[in-house]
């Protein structure tokens, strides 16, 4: 939803989705906030705790059935397997989505990381629309007057139909806009720590082709995964700029996510967001 300066700061129970690229800010101005005030909901939490425990599960199990040991008491039920996500700790999900590659190198072969990965899209999509719910559970259960959704990165590929109209109607849209500064800062995160990503189909099979092309192999299975998500990244960055930018025109506003490190409290967040408003055409 668009809000005016004056709308938003009279806003009672005030509802925000925060929008952009991994690293770019969401997580550090959800701290920011009051803990007693608003009510944090993590979309990559919501994912790994609702809608992928199962499957994050099943392939622990694949391995451990495996080992003649574990695999025996797993089925005289002696011993049981649980996931341990929480907010600060989504290791498993992320283990889960994997690197395509060379399984020799702890890759994934083409089908089976395509499986995860419309797995993981298909729970982004229910995450979403179940914001509704937690913003009601949240004032009406646990008495929080305010409501911030921490989005996941992928998001953005989203069509109007499947989550947009929907958030937009419950809350404001904020995109968190990186500078060419930021967009740096990203780019050599990505190169020293490369980590598994959720991509569109269309987008990783058109960059698929050209990297086995420009380093001249024969299948992915010959990919080292993380060379992949290092070559690719830069390029998924450009491919979400126009689609967070084109969320944020039609839903909400743009902020500039420059500033989020010199914010301190409550009140700077607040006035970063108005900003934003008031920078909206």
Same mark, same amino acid.
């Given at each position: 939803?668009?809000?005016?300066?004056?709308?938003?700061?009279?806003?009672?129970?005030?509802?925000?989705?925060?929008?952009?690229?991994?690293?770019?800010?969401?997580?550090?101005?959800?701290?920011?906030?009051?803990?007693?005030?608003?009510?944090?909901?993590?979309?990559?939490?919501?994912?790994?705790?609702?809608?992928?425990?199962?499957?994050?599960?099943?392939?622990?199990?694949?391995?451990?059935?495996?080992?003649?040991?574990?695999?025996?008491?797993?089925?005289?039920?002696?011993?049981?397997?649980?996931?341990?996500?929480?907010?600060?700790?989504?290791?498993?999900?992320?283990?889960?989505?994997?690197?395509?590659?060379?399984?020799?190198?702890?890759?994934? #072969?083409?089908?089976?990381?395509? =499986? *995860?990965?419309?797995?993981?899209?298909? +729970? /982004?999509? @229910?995450?979403?629309?179940?914001?509704?719910?937690?913003?009601?559970?949240?004032?009406?259960?646990?008495?929080?007057?305010?409501?911030?959704?921490?989005?996941?990165?992928?998001?953005?590929?989203?069509?109007?139909?499947?989550?947009?109209?929907?958030?937009?109607?419950?809350?404001?849209?904020?995109?968190?806009?990186?500078?060419?500064?930021?967009?740096?800062?990203?780019?050599?995160?990505?190169?020293?720590?490369?980590?598994?990503?959720?991509?569109?189909?269309?987008?990783?099979?058109?960059?698929?082709?050209?990297?086995?092309?420009?380093?001249?192999?024969?299948?992915?299975?010959?990919?080292?995964?993380?060379?992949?998500?290092?070559?690719?990244? #830069?390029?998924?960055?450009?491919? =979400? *700029?126009?689609?967070?930018?084109?969320? +944020? /025109?039609? @839903?909400?506003?743009?902020?500039?996510?420059?500033?989020?490190?010199?914010?301190?409290?409550?009140?700077?967040?607040?006035?970063?967001?108005?900003?934003?408003?008031?920078?909206?055409?």
């Amino acid at each position: 939803m668009k809000k005016t300066r004056q709308e938003f700061l009279q806003w009672e129970n005030k509802s925000i989705t925060l929008l952009g690229m991994s690293g770019v800010g969401k997580t550090t101005l959800s701290s920011l906030l009051p803990s007693d005030q608003w009510f944090h909901y993590s979309g990559d939490y919501r994912i790994g705790k609702r809608y992928l425990d199962e499957a994050i599960l099943d392939e622990v199990k694949k391995m451990a059935m495996e080992h003649p040991f574990l695999r025996a008491q797993l089925c005289n039920d002696s011993i049981y397997i649980r996931n341990n996500i929480t907010v600060n700790h989504l290791g498993p999900m992320s283990d889960f989505l994997g690197k395509i590659g060379n399984p020799d190198l702890g890759g994934l #072969p083409v089908d089976e990381f395509k =499986r *995860r990965q419309h797995l993981y899209r298909a +729970a /982004e999509v @229910h995450a979403m629309l179940d914001v509704d719910e937690f913003i009601e559970r949240a004032q009406q259960v646990y008495r929080y007057p305010h409501f911030i959704n921490d989005a996941g990165g992928s998001i953005c590929s989203f069509s109007d139909n499947e989550c947009w109209n929907h958030l937009s109607a419950s809350t404001l849209v904020l995109y968190l806009e990186a500078n060419e500064d930021m967009e740096e800062i990203l780019l050599e995160r990505a190169r020293r720590h490369p980590k598994p990503m959720n991509y569109e189909e269309d987008f990783l099979d058109h960059h698929l082709t050209e990297y086995l092309e420009l380093n001249d192999l024969k299948s992915a299975e010959e990919i080292v995964p993380d060379e992949f998500v290092q070559w690719i990244f #830069p390029c998924l960055l450009n491919w =979400r *700029r126009p689609q967070y930018r084109g969320i +944020a /025109e039609r @839903h909400g506003h743009i902020a500039d996510a420059s500033k989020i490190p010199a914010l301190r409290d409550q009140h700077d967040f607040l006035e970063f967001v108005c900003e934003a408003i008031e920078a909206s055409p």
